[in-house]
């Protein structure tokens, strides 16, 4: 198996868990956007602690309560799909959010002729 790193394009989204599109908690819809846009996977994580441009802090006030904690969504895929996807994103987020996109590399597994085994 050959490994090689191939240009990627990498989108990153930021959001907060308690915002909302379309009465949904707006991280699943946007997980759900990149799904249909054919985006080849994404991943989302749950923050500790943010805060934005608004220069509040969002994080754990204790154990049982928390407020709008940061959600961050990362998908990586060619340039093409996550441009359009990115572009669909920001307009789903308006001002509650932060959409970035960056230059990355990804290596990938080539498969040549499959290895016989001796028995």
Known sequence: M???LKPAMKLTISVGEDERHAHHPLYREVL?????SGV???T???GVMSF???RRL????NEIQMEN????IEAIDERAKIEGAAALVAEMLGDHGLVEIQSTMVACHEQGEPQR???
Do not use: N, Y
């Open 44 to 46: 989302l994580t749950k």
């Open 117 to 119: 085994r001796e028995s």
């Open 40 to 42: 080849g996977g994404a």
């Open 32 to 36: 759900l956007a990149l799904h249909r």
């Open 69 to 72: 904690l940061p959600i961050i």
């Open 2 to 4: 050959k490994t090689e």
């Open 58 to 61: 969002h994080s754990t006030k």
């Open 52 to 54: 934005g441009v608004q």
